[in-house]
């Protein structure tokens, strides 16, 4: 591929970021693109696309045999186009090419997802790995399977029913109508009734705050969500209002993290933050219910006439960050914050940092949906988050 010098940058942080990286974060899209790419190449051998007739062909479409190419990042379940009646024995090059420069492939598909897959982007890729010109109905066909495979798992049916689902949100940075604006990435994580995580939803939208939750929210509840016995969130505006509309019985658990970092902004001065924020944390790590609210109260009563703008809003927000006490103790550290969605946010943003600014709001969609589809397989086929009553 010709590269011009903003490429060039931009395939040196992602080369820092991601081609050393022992975890198979675009497996599932490797896979599409080099199957796609072989149907290419087997086109191109025959010498007519699919259900189109020729006298010149070159041979018939025989269907295909499955394949697992292993590499650094893991096993790729391909699909190795045949042919038969041809004159010559035909083999897909670009599965050969896959292996030998896997790390390319990786940095391009990287760089696709930065790019929001522009049509040039995509049909240097395909060129790349066909060895060949390649048609703008074959770039959009890749582009639309890459998106396919991503929407499948946003929309998936959730079965079975998870008893605690967390809740967050990050921004990042997009263009839109001529200007620069937040786009709020939502994310829901669910801990099934056997004690799995798995990520539930993830939507990206411009739109109003409560609005945005309340359709996300809606989407989870007709994907089937039920089971729900606890939502454990950080304080979003319009998310509570959500919550209420959609899933008016369930209870509300608010980031005991977050209400400790909320409680500094009430200090009367910077050298009493860290103070307050082990006060804040003393209380949450109390032995049980009445502990924490005995807890409170001393709280309340030391701080009235040192820091009486913290006093009062303890007063008012500390009976949000209790649910948690009525649930299995072993639990309590686990859902009481939404540590879990946290360190999603990071990873995330280790991958979209090199993006810098994301051309639309679908690309910026699609890079973590990818991330988040392949931490959820790694959830749901490794070692279970929590163990569950009566185990």
Same mark, same amino acid.
């Given at each position: 591929?010709n =590269? !011009? &010098?903003?490429?060039?940058?931009?395939? #040196?942080d992602? @080369? *820092?970021?991601?081609?050393?990286?022992?975890?198979? /974060?675009?497996?599932?899209?490797?896979e599409?693109?080099?199957?796609?790419?072989?149907?290419?190449?087997?086109?191109?051998f025959i010498?007519?696309?699919?259900?189109?007739?020729?006298?010149?062909?070159?041979?018939?479409?025989?269907?295909?045999?499955?394949?697992?190419?292993?590499?650094?990042?893991?096993?790729?379940?391909?699909?190795?186009p045949?042919?038969?009646?041809?004159?010559?024995?035909f083999?897909?090059?670009?599965f050969?090419?896959?292996?030998?420069?896997?790390?390319a492939?990786?940095?391009?598909?990287?760089?696709?997802?930065?790019?929001?897959?522009?049509?040039?982007?995509?049909?240097?890729?395909?060129?790349e790995?066909?060895?060949?010109?390649?048609?703008?109905?074959?770039?959009?066909?890749?582009?639309?399977? =890459? !998106? &396919?495979?991503l929407?499948?798992f946003r #929309?998936?049916? @959730? *079965?079975?029913?998870?008893?605690?689902?967390?809740? /967050?949100?990050?921004?990042?940075?997009?263009?839109?109508a001529?200007?620069?604006?937040?786009?709020?990435?939502?994310?829901?994580i669910?801990?099934?009734?056997?004690?799995?995580?798995?990520?539930l939803?993830?939507s990206?939208s411009l739109s109003?705050a409560e609005?945005?939750?309340?359709?996300?929210?809606?989407s989870?509840?007709?994907?089937?969500?039920?089971?729900?016995?606890?939502?454990?969130?950080?304080?979003?505006?319009?998310?509570?209002n959500?919550?209420r509309?959609?899933?008016?019985?369930?209870?509300?658990?608010?980031?005991?993290?977050?209400?400790?970092?909320?409680?500094?902004?009430y200090?009367?001065?910077?050298?009493m933050?860290?103070?307050?924020?082990?006060?804040?944390r003393?209380?949450?790590?109390?032995?049980?219910l009445?502990e924490?609210?005995?807890?409170?109260?001393?709280?309340?009563?030391?701080?009235?006439e040192?820091?009486?703008?913290?006093?009062?809003?303890l007063?008012?927000?500390?009976e949000?960050?209790?649910?948690?006490?009525?649930?299995?103790?072993s639990?309590?550290?686990?859902?009481?914050?939404?540590?879990?969605?946290?360190?999603?946010?990071?990873?995330?943003?280790?991958r979209?940092?090199?993006?810098?600014l994301?051309p639309?709001?679908?690309s910026?969609?699609?890079?973590?949906?990818?991330v988040?589809?392949?931490?959820?397989e790694?959830?749901?086929?490794?070692?279970?988050?929590?163990?569950?009553?009566?185990?």
């Amino acid at each position: 591929m010709n =590269l !011009d &010098k903003t490429d060039i940058s931009i395939v #040196n942080d992602i @080369l *820092e970021s991601l081609s050393n990286q022992s975890n198979p /974060d675009l497996n599932p899209v490797i896979e599409q693109l080099l199957n796609l790419a072989a149907l290419m190449q087997r086109e191109k051998f025959i010498g007519v696309a699919a259900y189109e007739r020729s006298e010149d062909r070159q041979g018939y479409a025989n269907g295909f045999k499955p394949k697992t190419m292993h590499t650094r990042s893991g096993p790729l379940k391909l699909q190795v186009p045949q042919v038969r009646g041809g004159d010559e024995d035909f083999y897909p090059s670009c599965f050969e090419k896959g292996v030998r420069s896997e790390r390319a492939l990786k940095l391009t598909l990287a760089e696709m997802y930065v790019q929001g897959i522009s049509t040039r982007k995509v049909k240097a890729v395909t060129e790349e790995l066909c060895g060949m010109k390649v048609s703008s109905s074959q770039v959009s066909r890749a582009s639309k399977l =890459l !998106d &396919k495979e991503l929407e499948k798992f946003r #929309n998936r049916p @959730l *079965e079975g029913a998870y008893k605690y689902l967390f809740l /967050d949100a990050h921004y990042e940075k997009v263009r839109h109508a001529g200007s620069v604006v937040s786009l709020a990435v939502l994310k829901a994580i669910g801990v099934a009734s056997d004690g799995t995580r798995e990520v539930l939803g993830v939507s990206a939208s411009l739109s109003e705050a409560e609005v945005h939750w309340r359709g996300f929210l809606g989407s989870l509840h007709d994907r089937g969500l039920k089971g729900i016995e606890l939502f454990t969130s950080d304080d979003h505006a319009g998310l509570k209002n959500a919550l209420r509309a959609v899933f008016p019985s369930v209870p509300w658990q608010r980031c005991t993290f977050h209400l400790a970092q909320n409680a500094q902004a009430y200090a009367p001065k910077k050298s009493m933050k860290p103070e307050i924020a082990q006060v804040m944390r003393d209380i949450y790590n109390s032995p049980s219910l009445e502990e924490a609210r005995e807890g409170v109260k001393r709280v309340i009563g030391r701080y009235a006439e040192s820091a009486p703008k913290f006093a009062e809003w303890l007063e008012e927000n500390a009976e949000e960050g209790f649910l948690f006490f009525k649930f299995d103790r072993s639990h309590w550290k686990k859902i009481r914050t939404v540590n879990v969605v946290e360190r999603l946010h990071a990873e995330i943003r280790r991958r979209t940092r090199v993006a810098r600014l994301f051309p639309n709001e679908e690309s910026c969609l699609r890079l973590v949906s990818a991330v988040l589809q392949e931490i959820h397989e790694g959830w749901v086929s490794g070692r279970r988050y929590m163990k569950m009553e009566g185990e």
